[in-house]
């Protein structure tokens, strides 16, 4: 292993790999590695400037066990940045320490005849490299050391029960309502991003931590220490971005269904809330409105003036938004343009088809700059220059026909590499022409997407209470990987019937979780589907089926009622909301909080993973099963008033109360 110091980097060579080790942030490091001749400087996921700072080097020997008794000298290495340092010894294995503590150490079983007593013949290496044969790419294993007694947080968003990612496995790529920030919190004050985009899988056993890449040039993490979550998730945000400042006139209710299919069905569910005396901030019109995917534009048979009609939604204080999908069909007029441009995902083998729901067709190359202007230049003719507000971005993992990911190429290169990143630059397709305060809705993201004006959403769950309790999970992690803008389809997104009284008691439930989140959304694709088409062509705005109402009134009175009052408290809690969107602006923190994130010092916060904090503020106890009308509630040391009747609670012990239909627990810190 040979060792040099390269002003405040620690560079070590050894069997023709280059590992380099450098500050990056506030007590943080990055760490990059590669058999290739150099490394590469990609940014991928850390964008923001980060200020010099002079790190500790140190190159020494250090004295070695050899296995007949005598004792040897081998070269070690280490870098320092504040409250983090990581040494290297002789075979190239790191270690990292906070404040001088061990808290991560990379797993190495290999003997060769003169490592220490503590190596194996397992012929196990912490940096494993296999080439991809016939390309430039590696398949990448970085192994560690489990920690007894860890608890891992963060990595964006898995349909799953766990909130403690511990004894996990993780797919590092993206699917519909799966979400790969690979950012992770560990309860012992460290935190580590994962800065490659490539497909992968992560895994945190109880007998090792593994993160692989399936095909990569280089390996590139970064690491940083704190006292506790949150300042973690302040120096992981220091480096990949915050999200801007929320506008406050979408801070309220959005109206969305499946699926508005004209435009005077727009305006008359606004016109009825309008008479209701209910402020809607957004309105969202879904899928299909448009001829065919890929055309971008409203089918003027069903839209015959949009304009006017945004005019008119623009007058009643709401603002609009449109569905726009990556997918472009082959009946599309800009299927042929984008396909001799090169601007569409190619295909390793066979047909060019990457999508086939409701048409064949094939998804855009986001990683071309000149695909991401084009389908802008096409939106804003079709849609911003008429008034259009924002874009719902939806498929924007991008949803594949079938999830091989080594059978797609972008211009970057394979799909293997890089397909993590998809989300994040169909974002940018939109977010860098819009301006300053540009807010779109997508069903994806990646490491740094918060700082795109990304509200996202957990994609097409089923109407389940099972799945209304992983929603609240996947909310929290998402929020510890830094993106604070998340939220859900009240109700779920798969309704069979409307008019079953378990699914509207999940609804209530949900639409009162809802209204202590970052958006509160009204979304889902609602059964049964017993509404003819508006015509029987086999394309356009008219043929494709529609969910049922989906409006506050559409479930009977007395969900209405109760419903209307969530609304009314959302009003009322404009202020604190917008109190909360600018902590999520000034140092990243999440809308909705882990327990442990307000209160790290309490043991119970961190098993406590059925209830959450909606800021510093509200403690917010979710009803997940159905008939449910009471559930305990752990409250922190201090006092608490639970908000439905006034009581107030000492806190530092578990008490039960009272959770009828009309009120999910929520209580208020004093």
């Known amino acids: 292993m040979q060792f040099t110091a390269e002003k405040s980097a620690l560079i070590a060579r050894h069997q023709g790999e280059t590992l380099r080790i450098e500050p990056w942030g506030r007590d943080s490091l990055r760490v990059r590695a590669t058999m290739l001749p150099a490394i590469e400087d990609r940014d991928w996921a850390l964008t923001e400037p980060v200020e010099p700072c002079h790190a500790a080097v140190e190159i020494a020997e250090e004295p070695h066990w050899v296995g007949d008794g005598t004792v040897d000298t081998r070269p070690v ?29 990379e ?31 590696y398949a990448l294993t970085v192994r560690f050391d489990p920690n007894d007694g860890e608890r891992i947080y963060g990595m964006g968003q898995y349909q799953q029960p766990q909130l403690n990612l511990k004894g996990c496995t993780l797919e590092l790529a993206q699917r519909n309502s799966q979400i790969t920030v690979p950012f992770m919190v560990s309860s012992l004050g460290y935190g580590l991003l994962w800065n490659n985009p490539a497909v992968g899988r992560a895994t945190f056993g109880n007998n090792i931590t593994e993160w692989s890449a399936r095909a990569t040039r280089q390996m590139d993490y970064w690491i940083t220490a704190a006292d506790g979550p949150k300042q973690i998730v302040e120096n992981y945000t220091a480096v990949t971005g915050r999200a801007p400042m929320f506008p406050e006139d979408m801070m309220g209710l959005w109206q969305c269904k499946l699926r508005y299919r004209t435009q005077d069905e727009v305006l008359s569910v606004a016109r009825k809330y309008r008479e209701e005396g209910i402020k809607i901030d957004v309105i969202v019109i879904d899928f299909f409105h448009w ?7 409203f089918d003027k048979t069903y839209w015959p003036d949009p304009k006017a009609m945004v005019d008119e939604l623009h007058a009643m204080g709401v603002k609009v938004i449109v569905s726009v999908w990556p997918s472009v069909d082959r009946r599309s007029e800009n299927f042929g343009p984008m396909m001799d441009r090169g601007l569409l995902i190619r295909t390793e083998r066979g047909a060019a088809q990457t999508y086939d729901y409701q048409g064949d067709c094939v998804e855009i190359d986001v990683f071309n700059p000149e695909a991401r202007q084009y389908v802008w230049d096409v939106c804003a003719r079709n849609y911003r220059d008429l008034g259009i507000d924002a874009f719902w971005l939806d498929n924007s993992e991008p949803d594949f026909g079938v999830y091989d990911f080594d059978h797609y190429r972008y211009c970057e290169g394979p799909a293997l590499t890089c397909s993590n990143l998809y989300p994040q630059l169909y974002s940018r397709a939109f977010f860098d022409n819009m301006g300053e305060g540009a807010v779109n809705l997508l069903r994806c993201g990646w490491a740094g997407s918060q700082k795109y004006g990304n509200v996202i959403w957990s994609g097409d769950v089923p109407s389940t209470f099972e799945s209304f309790r992983e929603q609240l999970q996947a909310g929290l992690n998402i929020g510890l990987a830094g993106i604070p803008w998340w939220t859900t389809d009240v109700g779920g997104f798969m309704t069979d019937d409307v008019n079953d009284p378990d699914f509207r008691q999940l609804l209530i439930r949900w639409y009162q979780f809802a209204t202590y989140s970052a958006v509160l959304r009204m979304h889902g694709d609602r059964g049964p589907y017993n509404i003819p088409p508006l015509d029987e062509r086999d394309w356009g705005g008219g043929y494709l089926h529609t969910g049922q109402p989906n409006e506050l009134w559409s479930y009977g009175e007395d969900n209405y009622a109760i419903m209307r009052r969530y609304y009314e408290l959302r009003v009322s809690l404009r202020d604190y909301i917008r109190g909360l969107y600018a902590e999520a602006h000034e140092n990243g923190s999440p809308l909705i909080r882990t327990m442990f994130y307000e209160f790290p010092q309490d043991e119970k916060c961190w098993e406590a993973e059925d209830q959450y904090m909606f800021g510093g503020k509200y403690l917010v106890a979710p009803i997940f099963r159905l008939n449910q009308f009471s559930r305990d509630v752990y409250l922190p040391t201090g006092q608490w008033k639970l908000t439905s009747t006034g009581e107030v609670f000492e806190g530092g012990r578990t008490v039960t109360v009272d959770a009828p239909i009309e009120y999910t627990p929520v209580f208020e810190r004093l």
């Open 77 to 105: 290495a280490s870098i320092e940045n504040g409250r983090m340092k990581a040494v290297v010894n002789f075979a190239g294995v790191i270690s990292f320490y906070r404040d001088g503590a061990l808290v991560l150490r």
């Open 107 to 137: 797993y190495f079983r290999f003997y060769d005849g003169t490592l220490a007593r503590t190596s194996r013949c397992l012929k196990l290496v912490s940096r494993e490299w296999k080439a991809v044969p016939g390309g430039s790419e």
């Open 291 to 297: 001829t065919v995917q890929g055309d971008w534009k």
